[in-house]
T-cell receptor
Framework: DVKVTQSSRYLVKRTGEKVFLECVQD?????MFWYRQDPGLGLRLIYF???????EKGDIPEGYSVSREKKERFSLILESASTNQTSMYLC?????????????FGNGTRLTVT | EDQVTQSPEALRLQEGESSSLNCSYT??????LFWYRQDPGKGPEFLFT???AGEEKEKERLKATLTKKESFLHITAPKPEDSATYLC????????????FGTGTRLLVSP
């Protein structure tokens, strides 16, 4: 089974802090994604990556950056956390190629910014 | 802009009471429609992919169907363990594996 592991289940950070959310997948997937999930808004794509060192903006990239130095690891960075970034963050991975393969999600990191 | 609307927002059923969840979508060209299940405190889990109108997929008590404007997730004789949030997502033609998600239907099945 594919396993996508997010390093923290819960995080509490202060406004202005730099925050790192880490995600590791163990199935050699090319594609990795970061979503945030908010009540009433559903899942929204922040950034995705289809190869090592490659990154593409999703629908809501403002205030975030990402890093993918190794195939299995995809990090989400909040350069200066703000209260409106309080949310559930979900990492996902999938096989590469132009076709569709299912997204496999981690169990999420619930981030609170105070 | 792609839109995905799920209804109802919440649904409460008695065990054995069959029903359907709806997912309506607007995309310029549909590459695929996807159903996921999400349990509290967990990430979404993939259920089905549908690619063209008329297609159906089944898994245990769940059956997903697709038309040109909407998809239904039929739940036959549900059990309490089917309680979860069910998410629908669409991928537009040409869109690199980017999915647009609906806000989900919270299903509660009482014994």
């Amino acid at each position: 089974d594919v396993k996508v592991t997010q390093s923290s289940r819960y995080l509490v950070k202060r406004t202005g802090e730099k925050v790192f959310l880490e995600c590791v997948q163990d199935m050699d997937h090319e594609n990795m994604f970061w979503y945030r999930q908010d009540p009433g808004l559903g899942l929204r794509l922040i950034y995705f990556s289809y190869d090592v060192k490659m990154k593409e903006k999703g629908d809501i990239p403002e205030g975030y950056s990402v890093s993918r130095e190794k195939k299995e690891r995809f990090s989400l960075i909040l350069e200066s956390a703000s209260t409106n970034q309080t949310s559930m963050y979900l990492c996902a991975s999938s096989l590469g190629g132009q076709g569709y393969s299912p997204l496999h999600f981690g169990n999420g990191t619930r981030l609170t910014v105070t | 802009e792609d839109q995905v609307t799920q209804s109802p927002e919440a649904l409460r059923l008695q065990e054995g009471e069959s029903s359907s969840l709806n997912c309506s979508y607007t995309v310029s060209g549909l590459r695929g429609l996807f159903w996921y299940r999400q349990d509290p405190g967990k990430g979404p889990e993939f259920l089905f992919t549908l690619y063209s109108a008329g297609e159906e997929k089944e898994k245990e008590r769940l059956k997903a169907t697709l038309t040109k404007k909407e998809s239904f997730l039929h739940i036959t004789a549900p059990k309490p363990e089917d309680s979860a949030t069910y998410l629908c997502a669409v991928q537009e033609e040409g869109g690199f594996q980017k999915l647009v998600f609906g806000t989900g239907t919270r299903l509660l099945v009482s014994p």
